[in-house]
């Protein structure tokens, strides 16, 4: 008796429920996503100059090798030793012929994060900063850096420099393995070629499940099953900040990506793909370091959230994942 009024009440109203919800959802939500952007955050101060200069777009062609995006909130202590070792890697780089820049995102810092930035900038022409006026989040910070980046390749690192910045030479095997050419001595074809090589803690979770807590773990395996069951698979680490990507491949992605917060990486791999974009994972060398900006619990929820929903609007297509050709 009890199963009958289930079946013949409780289900269809849920299927309804279900029903109009997705009608809503499409209704309302946007095919692409509206990028704002501050007239002030289309130019960036140069020190050597004393001027305002206008960022280039991930539109026009590629002018260097490796642009390297810093997405930094509040970064003023974590910063700086990151930088070091990135900027001491690549000025040795720079010696055979590699053409760099690093672009800080300042994701509407209170702190001294920008001032931190610009004193690295009087030092190196081959930084800029990036300051947004508002935060955005880490998925936003990252897509209006690579949108105003010049490489042929482009490259996401976090700015706590958990990943040594040398494994960026792994990263670049992959994606030379995978395009069969060098970035670096045909910059050209690599610019114009799609491939997302992915930086992966994951061969560290056997440590991992060693010290972390039955909490921490039961958080860990849910968001991988969740990401694995509406998003991604195949790709054990979607959250390491230390990813590689072609210039066709980030003008493409970031073009339609919708999330800004956390989840973004999942979004990106998840329109990957679909795409059919080629995705490479590479271990890197990883160390946790203190000051991270995640919530343990709220984050996670937030991510779960936003995962279910990734699937759900593209699925029932209120998301597009290609901007028709005349836009």
């Given at each position: 008796?009890?199963l ?28 692409y996503p509206?990028v704002w952007?501050?007239?002030e ?9 004393g001027?305002?200069?206008a ?16 997405p930094?909130?509040n ?6 030793p990151?930088?070091d070792?990135?900027?001491?890697y690549l000025?040795n780089r ?5 053409t ?5 995102v300042?994701?509407g810092?209170?702190d001294?994060?920008?001032?931190i ?13 990036l300051?947004l006026?508002k935060?955005?989040g ?5 897509r209006l ?7 042929s ?12 910045f040398?494994d960026l ?7 030379n ?7 670096t001595?045909n910059?050209?074809?690599v610019?114009?070629e799609?491939?997302?090589?992915c930086?992966?803690?994951?061969h ?7 010290t ?7 958080l ?7 990401v694995?069951?509406?998003c991604?698979?195949?790709v054990?680490?979607t959250q390491?900040?230390?990813k590689l ?8 992605i ?16 998840f329109i990957?793909?679909?795409l059919?974009?080629p ?6 060398n990883?160390t946790e370091?203190e000051g991270s ?7 996670w929820l ?6 279910g929903?990734?699937?759900?609007r593209?699925?029932?297509g209120?998301?597009?994942l290609?901007?028709?050709k005349s836009?």
């Amino acid at each position: 008796m009890f199963l009958m009024i289930i079946f013949d009440f409780v289900l269809p109203i849920v299927a309804v429920s279900i029903i109009l919800f997705c009608v809503i959802l499409y209704v309302t939500t946007q095919p692409y996503p509206n990028v704002w952007r501050n007239d002030e955050e289309k130019f960036y101060f140069n020190p050597i100059s004393g001027k305002k200069e206008a960022f280039p777009s991930i539109n026009d062609e590629w002018s260097i090798h490796l642009s390297v995006i810093v997405p930094a909130y509040n970064e003023e202590e974590r910063l700086p030793p990151m930088l070091d070792e990135c900027l001491d890697y690549l000025e040795n780089r720079k010696k055979s012929g590699l053409t760099y820049e690093v672009i800080i995102v300042s994701d509407g810092s209170v702190d001294k994060t920008v001032e931190i930035a610009h004193s690295y900038a009087k030092k190196y022409e081959t930084v800029r900063i990036l300051a947004l006026v508002k935060n955005r989040g880490k998925g936003g910070a990252v897509r209006l850096g690579m949108q105003s980046a010049r490489g042929s390749v482009l490259l996401f690192a976090d700015a706590d420099g958990a990943t040594k910045f040398a494994d960026l030479a792994k990263l670049e095997t992959s994606l030379n393995e995978v395009l069969n050419v060098d970035y670096t001595k045909n910059a050209e074809k690599v610019a114009s070629e799609q491939a997302i090589i992915c930086g992966s803690r994951a061969h560290l979770e056997e440590q991992e499940i060693a010290t972390r807590s039955f909490f921490r773990l039961f958080l860990m395996y849910g968001f991988h099953f969740l990401v694995w069951f509406f998003c991604v698979k195949g790709v054990r680490d979607t959250q390491c900040g230390f990813k590689l990507l072609t210039r066709k491949s980030a003008r493409i992605i970031f073009d339609v990506l919708h999330v800004e917060r956390w989840a973004f990486d999942v979004e990106m791999l998840f329109i990957a793909q679909t795409l059919k974009i080629p995705i490479t994972e590479v271990a890197v060398n990883w160390t946790e370091i203190e000051g991270s900006k995640l919530v343990p619990i709220w984050s996670w929820l937030q991510m779960g959230r936003d995962l279910g929903l990734i699937w759900l609007r593209y699925k029932i297509g209120a998301w597009k994942l290609t901007k028709p050709k005349s836009s």
